[in-house]
């Protein structure tokens, strides 16, 4: 059994106005189509043309196993150069991911190839970050630790996204000290006998194609599939509200820093608690709500 969803909504090019007065006012999500038509990327960026241009790149890459206690949080699970990388895309179905990589920093030619956009939000412009990963590839539901307003272009393929208003994060199983939901759930197929609270949850849904862009408000839970093999690039902001603004700062300076050092002295027992905690804290909430 799966969620009852809510088709995210899609607009074509929107001006500033349009924007901010109908969705990031509202911290409403859309599908943007017809915006990066003028961008060099739209019909250069395929996976021949990042094999030729960062073909020889070292890149991070994690895959689909829970957390692992002796790893920091984000660190990688193997790396291999880009070129070894984009070779397994095409081979076939992999559950082998890049996650939050700079790539422009290690090409900055490809910076030619795009434009930022005018939608009335100051984009974080050292920062444009790029995702990868073969068919049926998953990321596991999550919010970003700083909060930010993203953008976020696809390319290659086709990518399901599936988004949770941050006002329902208290039926979302969230770990303790994380801003992860317990990475036992399976979001294309919950368990409601374990996981009851999700029985509340009403996400959002969408496929993304080539060139098609996702505006993700601040603090919403986003997980997503790979339907075929395909990269993605975010842009991404400050978050807007000070409330948000204060708890990203806190997440990145803070909090990660104090899980990591839970790892290192508690090993697999830290990761324990947490799962067990999310599922005791949510239930909790959700019998108070009876």
Request: charged share 30%; proline share 7%.
């Amino acid at each position: 059994m799966s969620f009852d969803y809510i088709p995210i909504e899609r607009v074509e090019k929107l001006t500033k106005k349009e924007f901010i007065e109908n969705y990031y006012k509202p911290q409403k999500p859309v599908v943007i189509t017809n915006q990066i038509e003028d961008w060099p990327a739209f019909s250069k960026w395929d996976f021949n043309f990042i094999r030729e241009v960062a073909g020889e790149k070292m890149v991070p890459l994690y895959d689909s196993r829970k957390t692992d206690y002796t790893k920091k949080v984000n660190e990688p699970d193997f790396t291999m150069t880009m070129s070894e990388y984009i070779d397994i895309l095409e081979k076939g179905p992999t559950d082998l991911r890049i996650f939050l990589y700079n790539l422009m920093k290690e090409v900055p030619v490809m910076k030619a190839d795009m434009h930022w956009p005018r939608l009335g939000i100051r984009l974080l412009k050292n920062l444009p970050l790029v995702f990868f990963g073969g068919q049926d590839a998953k990321v596991f539901m999550h919010y970003d630790i700083d909060f930010p307003n993203i953008f976020h272009v696809h390319f290659e393929g086709k990518k399901q996204c599936v988004l949770v208003d941050p006002k329902e994060t208290k039926y979302m199983y969230r770990l303790p000290y994380s801003w992860l939901c317990n990475e036992d759930i399976d979001f294309d197929n919950p368990d409601y006998e374990r996981f009851p609270a999700l029985r509340k949850v009403r996400p959002y849904i969408t496929e993304l194609n080539h060139g098609e862009m996702l505006y993700m408000p601040e603090g919403w839970w986003h997980y997503m599939k790979y339907l075929s093999p395909g990269f993605s690039l975010s842009l991404r902001s400050l978050a807007g509200r000070p409330s948000n603004l204060w708890k990203g700062f806190a997440n990145v300076a803070i909090i990660r820093y104090y899980d990591n050092w839970m790892r290192k002295r508690k090993g697999q027992e830290w990761l324990d608690y947490k799962d067990a905690e999310s599922i005791r804290r949510t239930n909790a909430t959700l019998e108070a709500a009876k």
